[in-house]
DNA sequence: CTGTTAGCGCATTCAG
DNA sequence: CTGAATGCGCTAACAG
């Protein structure tokens, strides 16, 4: 039942060498003679040996592997960072211990230790929002990366979004495609991508000589609000010809509102969102174009900076924003 | 920088005791005098000791792991499964390991060889439909649960939602508000989900000596599905005051396309889904009432089953089927 | 109650 | 090129 535990000295006696040979020769070390490499190689096929990996990190000082810290599992910009971290990881040999903190300090604290004893080589802490977050400081003496939500510490290295490029992007888009009465319906207040979009749209805006309409304030990341805020909008006497709501979930309120209203998407008035969580813009009829902020690259990169770290290449600390990426479906383009 | 990486001799020596009576001391262990504990307590906190798990892991034995396998992380049923089975692992001493295998069997084999190299306790597959996988075998050595998605060999333990039961669930609750005229979407064709709740809805429709209204057949598991099979069903002759969705989602695009046709949801028409994907049911207007399968109490059961075959115990193989739980909103009754 | 002695399984000096 | 010896940090019998 129990798997008998080959162990490498096994091997090695079955092969007729001595332990260290065979370590060195699994390992593809330094001058071991072909001959015996490949002999010791077979007989481990033979005896399907499989290094025990808790013994060779002990001698070894170093456990392959990287702690990924989580606030909030459920959320939907942790999932794809930790799947683009995952992946990288995993494909070089490294295993990811999760950690769900539930947006718990002390819960935090425990798993950080915990990780630390586990003597994990580096740490990912991804979180669900671009608000910064406190650091966890720097004698934690692994490489720490974090990832979405920015550690407020400018020697830490963190990537996040370039919301303000975002919101560039959106507002370029549909002033190119005509628009010229754009109201922002944003998400919540003291929110930094929302503030971030919002700025970037102005810059466009201003950039084209237009400028933003911006009635309805500040709400929640749901598809009520959103509804609510473009019944807001159409029931004043300011004409709009598109709405640009801060995230997928306003965006389909706003679309549900439009057509309770009886204006067309696009014709009448053109509709876009953020995040592009495909899930609810391409579902739609007609779908919602979106700005999509490559999650799944940003978890593979920070999963390949911490690998570089390993190998003792210093990435630059501070915050990078990663560009986000601009995703056209019929809420601003007929036909598409 | 790098932590100064203080070891049990390091406490021992500061408190004046064996090597030996530390560990004991800290690990709580048997016949030590209180007052030695205390003060190697107190000597460990001053030097800020942490255990070296991975030590602690070789002499033990056992790795305090265990393994979290899954085919898709992106999944909307597998991630609440994880959650659970986090939080109970995570408040047990366990760390978990997470493997992704992106449904690609070399992947998952591939995974499953680290993390038995890495001496994992135990093992959670966890999958994101009901139908039956292939087994892992039994030769792994270690305890294995299979999650959400049941293993195909009897003599494993499975945990997977009693989908007959919700089906039963669904249409009684359909009964029960006065609907008789009801009509099912399903999901996609050789779907076990499907299946079964089909069959719970036929045997609580005859309870009550009616027949299911079956017209439009298979689908995607889509909103544009659920719009256009409820599409067919008002085209055609037959009359319906309910429709009874194999997915949330489904009912979502259900509930687009009986407003497009003017039908009032609950009045005239009432709605029901599976899955209670909150995101979904909570959000629109009205909400939808729907049968939820208990996924994060699965992981967590899923843990403590693990757990207690730490201990010794053998739960009973098989699959067990848990029960769902339905959610009233106010797609199937007014006011609320 | 406390200290001594062995390993856990492997990587790594350093002689041969 | 190969092998005997040493240690990673800790737990687990044993003696004292």
């Known amino acids: 039942m129990a798997r008998k535990a080959v162990t ?70 942790s999932l794809p960072v930790l799947m683009g971290a995952e992946d990288a990881l995993g494909a070089g040999e490294v295993s990811v211990v999760l950690c769900d903190a539930r947006g718990d300090a002390i819960r935090e604290q425990r798993h950080i230790n915990t990780l630390l004893s586990r003597q994990i080589d580096g740490l990912l802490v991804v979180g669900s929002r671009t608000d910064a977050r406190p650091s966890l400081g720097r004698q934690l003496g692994i490489p720490v990366i974090y990832v979405y939500t920015p550690s407020d510490d400018p020697a830490d290295i963190s990537l996040t979004p370039d919301n303000v490029e975002a919101g560039r992007i959106a507002a370029r888009h549909l002033i190119t495609t005509g628009r010229k009465r754009i109201a922002h319906v944003r998400g919540e207040i003291d929110n930094q991508a929302s503030a971030d979009r919002a700025q970037g749209i102005t810059e466009a805006m201003n950039e084209a000589g237009l400028q933003i309409i911006n009635e309805p304030g500040y709400g929640e990341w749901t598809e009520r609000w959103g509804r609510s805020a473009t019944s807001l909008l159409l029931g004043s006497t300011t004409e709009i010809d598109a709405v640009l709501c801060d995230s997928d979930q306003i965006a389909r309120g706003a679309l549900d509102a439009l057509r309770a209203r009886g204006r067309s998407v696009p014709d009448d008035v053109a509709l876009m969102g953020f995040d592009n969580w495909t899930l609810i813009t391409a579902e739609t009829q007609p779908g919602i174009t979106s700005v999509d902020m490559n999650l799944e690259y940003m978890g593979r990169l920070a999963a390949r900076t911490l690998f570089a770290s390993f190998e003792g290449e210093v990435a630059d600390a501070g915050i990078k924003h990663l560009l986000c990426r601009l995703v056209v479906r019929g809420s601003t383009m007929a036909d598409s």
């Open 8 to 77: 490498l000295s096994d091997v090695a006696s079955a092969a007729g060498v001595s332990l260290a040979t065979a370590s060195k020769a699994l390992n593809g070390r330094a001058e071991v003679k072909e001959e015996t490499r490949l002999r010791v190689a077979a007989t481990a096929r033979e005896l399907s040996f499989s290094h025990n990996s808790i013994a060779r990190s002990l001698s070894r000082g170093r456990s392959g592997t990287v702690g990924l810290l989580t606030s909030d599992l459920e959320g939907r910009f």
